[in-house]
């Protein structure tokens, strides 16, 4: 097993060493009555020892299989792109895209730019997907030209589409609050993936306003 940089032992040592906070209840009886009242103590937690803080970071930080899987997007794909402006928008806008996919970080990290154009507009994004180790599911982000926010979602893998099921938040630049939305990856073949963008209406109701068709250039 390899060791872990020195500093990264003592980060972790610095986070397992902390106090930890108790709350108790506690009855007090006066002249009006019987009151109870929350109290927080603290109290050292239980030291980690070294090797078992080398092998949680080792399992933390070493690719698995869900990382393989990812690597198997590497490469060049073009992407034909409809979005829908609102529920009821029955001529939907396309647009076409190229993406190009890297793994990154010693192959735990998936990074995919795109460049195209999106509303007669030239367009580029970054996507950086994770499969965290320790909470078991994919965390996304996703930043563009046409924002100056960060949208960020989780997920779990889903095996009927093959994919990924993601929820999340993102900014509504005209509300100025943020917004649920959900995506799903579906991996349709080896070469074919579509993806599929969920938005919220100001009553709360979900439509698709994106749909991504990617294909392998061969």
């Known amino acids: ?12 040592l610095c986070f397992t060493a902390c106090n930890k906070e108790v709350k108790t209840e ?16 603290t109290e050292p937690s239980k030291p980690v020892d070294q090797a078992t803080m080398q092998k949680a970071w080792q399992a933390y930080m070493t690719p698995g299989e869900m990382h393989k899987k990812m690597a198997e997007d590497v490469g ?3 992407d034909e792109l409809t979005y829908w402006m609102s529920p009821d928008d029955k001529n939907p806008t396309k647009s076409k895209s190229t993406s190009t996919i890297t793994m990154m970080l010693n192959g735990l990290y998936q990074q995919s730019v795109t460049k195209g154009t999106a509303m007669g507009q030239p367009f580029e994004g970054i996507n950086t997907l994770a499969y965290d180790n320790a909470a078991e ?13 960060i949208a960020v979602t989780r997920g779990k893998y889903d095996p009927a589409i093959k994919g990924i099921n993601f929820k999340g938040e993102m900014m509504d ?17 080896a070469n074919t ?10 009553d709360g109701k979900e439509y698709k306003c994106m749909e991504v068709l990617s294909k392998r250039k061969k």
């Open 1 to 12: 097993m390899k060791k872990l940089p020195f500093y990264l032992a003592a980060l972790l």
């Open 26 to 41: 506690t009855t007090v009886t006066d002249g009006n009555g019987t009151a109870t009242e929350a109290v927080t103590t």
């Open 76 to 78: 060049t794909w073009d």
């Open 137 to 149: 599911e994919y965390v996304s982000t996703w930043v563009d030209n046409m924002g100056s926010g």
């Open 173 to 189: 630049p005209v509300t100025k609050k943020p917004k649920k939305i959900r995506q799903t990856k579906e991996i349709i073949d």
């Open 193 to 202: 993936q579509k993806m599929e963008m969920y938005d919220t209406t100001a």
